[in-house]
């Protein structure tokens, strides 16, 4: 199949995209445990798919052990992130049943949207 002639090539892209940039300057104590949180999550799930791509989904102990150490980095990062903001993990716990009892009872808990 050939390629759309009219299509603009990446080179284009990048240099049309950057017109939509701006430095956003990240001096806030959130952005280093909000990138790190991101980054163990990826982990995670990279261990998890090549259990699913490898293993045929089976968990073995070892894998259990390596996913129980991905989860301590995961909540590592999760508890930073929270006192940075002046929550405990208490309340950021209580308050995620009472949303997931909520849409529970709404009969929303499938679906998307923040706000459902």
Aim: no cysteine; aromatic share 6%.
């Amino acid at each position: 199949m050939p390629l759309d002639p009219t299509a603009p090539d990446l080179d284009t892209y990048q240099k049309k995209s950057r017109k939509t940039w701006s430095l956003i300057h990240t001096d806030h104590p959130i952005t280093y445990p909000t990138l790190g949180l991101v980054n163990e999550a990826g982990e995670l799930a990279g261990k998890v798919k090549k259990i699913f791509r490898d293993k045929g989904g089976v968990i073995g102990p070892e894998d259990r052990e390596a996913l129980k150490y991905e989860l301590g980095d995961v909540l590592w990062y999760l508890a930073q992130i929270a006192t940075e903001l002046d929550l405990s993990l208490r309340e950021v716990a209580e308050a995620n049943l009472e949303k997931l009892f909520d849409r529970l009872e709404r009969g929303t808990i499938q679906g998307e949207g923040d706000h459902r």
